[in-house]
């Protein structure tokens, strides 16, 4: 059956960077948005600047769904929510 997306692409334990350039053709990647640092800990202007980094990096050519890493906790401001977006 194969598979066409790799969710989560967490970038604190794997390398996006990597995963696109081998597979990036053939799969779209999900997530490269820490969850564990910048939505929890940054401000607004650090997840704005991780996203658009996220869609030089690893967006070209498609294959890119950009979100959280993984789960929003309740301690993620709800302002580095919406500046994902």
């Known amino acids: 059956m194969g598979f066409n997306i790799i969710n989560p692409i967490q970038p604190e334990c794997m390398d996006p960077a990597k995963i696109k350039k081998m597979y990036g053709d053939r799969i779209t990647l999900h997530g490269t948005i820490s ?17 658009l980094s996220r869609f030089k990096e690893y967006g070209y050519n498609g294959g890119l769904i950009l979100a ?7 301690d ?10």
């Open 35 to 51: 969850a564990q640092k910048t939505l929890p800990f940054g401000t607004p202007e650090d997840v704005r600047k991780e996203v």
């Open 68 to 74: 959280p890493a993984n789960v929003v906790t309740a």
């Open 76 to 85: 993620v401001p709800v302002e580095n929510v919406l500046a994902i977006y």
